[in-house]
């Protein structure tokens, strides 16, 4: 389990540099966020052990029990959607937020980050291609939720998220991934701020996904293997 861990990081990292270097792109411009949903700490550890530093969780509840479990000194992206009743644990457990998708649930995030004396990193996430099932702000709302996160003090606000429709092909994401550049281009313009992190691609797409920009690219299933039970999707609750 863990040799494999090792050499899966492996050959994920060497596609990261492929990828890369086909863009034109230097491979520190890409973090890599090793999603460990459904994994236990042990599988963290191995990952750990063999140099990862960011992982991602999706659901709150489960980070809490395998957080404290884990190494001290590895930074936790919260990469699925956060429920308002949750936004208080969520403060305190992750250094990042990927996936703020309201304007309430980003003030509900700041007052909680005060409170833990803490400054979180967020994302927005849009929802680019704008179908029914998926969660993320609908492009039209997202200026007035940027800007307003630009005023709270104890967030920082450091770019977009997006999760494409499930397809076999990774090029299918491409138009998505480049629509994510686009808006953000256009907003970090209009708003003057720096929105320079884009956290797009996973494990079938991630090649697509640096082609068009990304600077966070999310793995699960190509570091810690499929994953033990199935989901509904990557969006719960
Ligand atoms: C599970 C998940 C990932 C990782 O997906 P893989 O296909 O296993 O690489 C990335 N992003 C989000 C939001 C997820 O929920």
Not at 21 to 40: F, H, I, N
Not at 44 to 51: E, L, N, Y
Not at 123 to 133: C, H, K, Y
Not at 155 to 178: K, N, W, Y
Request: aromatic fraction near 4%; proline fraction near 6%; charge should be negative.
């Amino acid at each position: 389990m863990s040799a494999n861990i090792a050499e899966n990081l492996d050959s994920v990292r060497t596609r990261i540099a492929a990828a890369c270097a086909r863009a034109g792109r230097s491979p520190e411009s890409v973090r890599l966020v090793a999603v460990s949903k459904t994994y236990g700490p042990d599988a963290v550890r191995a990952a750990a052990a063999a140099g990862q530093r960011l992982f991602g969780e999706n659901r709150v509840q489960e980070a809490a029990a395998k957080i404290p479990e884990c190494p001290g000194h590895l930074e936790w992206h919260l990469v699925g959607h956060l429920q308002g009743n949750k936004a208080a644990q969520a403060a305190r457990l992750f250094d990042w937020i990927h996936s703020v998708d309201s304007l309430q649930l980003l003030e509900t995030l700041d007052r909680h980050a005060a409170e833990a004396g803490r400054r979180l990193q967020i994302l927005l996430q849009i929802n680019v291609s704008g179908e029914r099932a998926k969660s993320g702000l609908a492009p039209e709302a997202a200026p007035a939720v940027l800007a307003r996160a630009n005023e709270l003090p104890h967030l920082q606000v450091r770019g977009l998220m997006t999760i494409p429709p499930l397809a076999e092909d990774p090029e299918t994401s491409r138009p998505v991934f480049r629509a994510l550049r686009d808006l953000r281009d256009r907003w970090a313009a209009e708003l003057e701020m720096d929105l320079e992190d884009l956290s797009m691609g996973m494990t079938h797409d991630l090649e697509v996904a640096i082609e068009e920009g990304a600077t966070f690219v999310r793995v699960g299933t190509g570091l810690f293997g499929e994953r033990p039970r199935p989901e509904k999707g990557m969006e719960p609750e």
